[in-house]
């Protein structure tokens, strides 16, 4: 698992390009035209992907893929699943207790929405990847009741990763007879979701929210800001994760 994570790490932003520029420097003794030419591009991509419009080359493709939902009477969906997105720890202003960060509150968010619209059992997971006492699931849990007044049916609290969120969602539901549901998460992660979970044998009606693609854009957009690094970090981890499980099942 710590392998994974640090080699994750480096294929990610801003790590990859940091390393990436330090090559190019390296390289200067030996290849100065060379060295220069890389250690320059690597500052420019990331000047370019750490401003909000920059993020929309990687952002932009994977969202086309996601179309918001639209529920129609012959849906027949059974069941809502709505997929972590992480926490905030030891929340003082909770009493110290674990909250759902805001990835995770948007998902809930628009969870309840269609909940309410549905009338449907609402499975919530995610587990303890960073060693918490308490499951991701039931934090989502409490904030559903607490927050949105929506009870939730299941909680998955064992999965470290959206392939386990699949495997052991799908064995809970399998035993409720459930064979088509309406999967939340985000625009960038429903891609890789949607293929997982079909991977299980359910039927996926994809539920989509947080579609940056969508968002207005100003001046300040262009320029390099934190909230464009982390869009374009995480889409790159998508780009990474659709790959990965792409060519694994294809026998790669």
Same mark, same amino acid.
């Given at each position: 698992?710590?392998?994974?994570?640090?080699?994750?790490?480096?294929?990610?932003?801003? $790590?990859? #390009?940091?390393? /990436?520029?330090?090559? %190019? +420097?390296?390289?200067?003794? @030996?290849?100065?035209?060379?060295? &220069?030419?890389?250690?320059?591009?690597?500052?420019?991509?990331?000047?370019?992907?750490?401003?909000?419009?920059?993020?929309?080359?990687?952002?932009?493709?994977?969202?086309?893929?996601?179309?918001?939902?639209?529920?129609?009477?012959?849906?027949?969906?059974?069941?809502?699943?709505?997929?972590?997105?992480?926490?905030?720890?030891?929340?003082?202003?909770?009493?110290?207790?674990?909250?759902?960060?805001?990835?995770?509150?948007?998902?809930?968010?628009?969870?309840?929405?269609?909940?309410?619209? $549905?009338? #449907?059992?609402? /499975?919530?997971?995610? %587990? +303890?990847?960073?060693?918490? @006492?308490?499951?991701?699931?039931? &934090?989502?849990?409490?904030?559903?009741?607490?927050?949105?007044?929506?009870?939730?049916?299941?909680?998955?609290?064992?999965?470290?990763?959206?392939?386990?969120?699949?495997?052991?969602?799908?064995?809970?539901?399998?035993?409720?007879?459930?064979?088509?549901?309406?999967?939340?998460?985000?625009?960038?992660?429903?891609?890789?979701?949607?293929?997982?979970?079909?991977?299980?044998?359910?039927?996926?009606?994809?539920?989509?929210?947080?579609?940056?693609?969508?968002?207005?854009?100003?001046?300040?957009?262009? #320029?390099?800001?934190?909230?464009?690094?982390?869009?374009?970090?995480?889409?790159?981890?998508?780009?990474?994760? &659709?790959?990965?499980?792409?060519?694994?099942?294809?026998?790669?």
């Amino acid at each position: 698992m710590i392998i994974t994570k640090v080699v994750s790490m480096l294929l990610l932003l801003p $790590t990859n #390009l940091i390393v /990436l520029c330090v090559i %190019g +420097m390296l390289l200067r003794r @030996a290849y100065p035209r060379l060295g &220069v030419t890389v250690s320059v591009a690597a500052l420019l991509l990331l000047a370019v992907l750490s401003s909000k419009a920059g993020a929309l080359l990687l952002v932009a493709p994977l969202e086309q893929h996601s179309s918001p939902l639209t529920l129609s009477a012959d849906s027949d969906a059974q069941a809502i699943v709505i997929l972590g997105g992480g926490r905030l720890g030891n929340a003082p202003e909770y009493d110290s207790k674990d909250q759902p960060n805001y990835w995770t509150l948007a998902r809930l968010r628009y969870g309840a929405k269609i909940q309410r619209q $549905t009338g #449907l059992p609402i /499975l919530v997971s995610g %587990g +303890m990847p960073d060693g918490s @006492a308490v499951s991701e699931a039931a &934090v989502m849990s409490q904030s559903l009741q607490d927050d949105f007044a929506t009870p939730v049916k299941w909680q998955e609290g064992k999965s470290d990763d959206t392939e386990q969120n699949a495997k052991f969602s799908a064995e809970m539901l399998r035993q409720a007879n459930v064979k088509k549901i309406i999967l939340v998460t985000d625009a960038l992660h429903m891609q890789r979701a949607r293929l997982v979970f079909a991977q299980t044998g359910l039927e996926v009606i994809a539920a989509p929210t947080i579609f940056f693609s969508q968002e207005r854009f100003t001046l300040l957009s262009f #320029l390099p800001s934190g909230e464009g690094m982390r869009r374009s970090a995480y889409a790159m981890h998508e780009w990474l994760g &659709v790959f990965w499980y792409t060519a694994r099942h294809a026998g790669l």
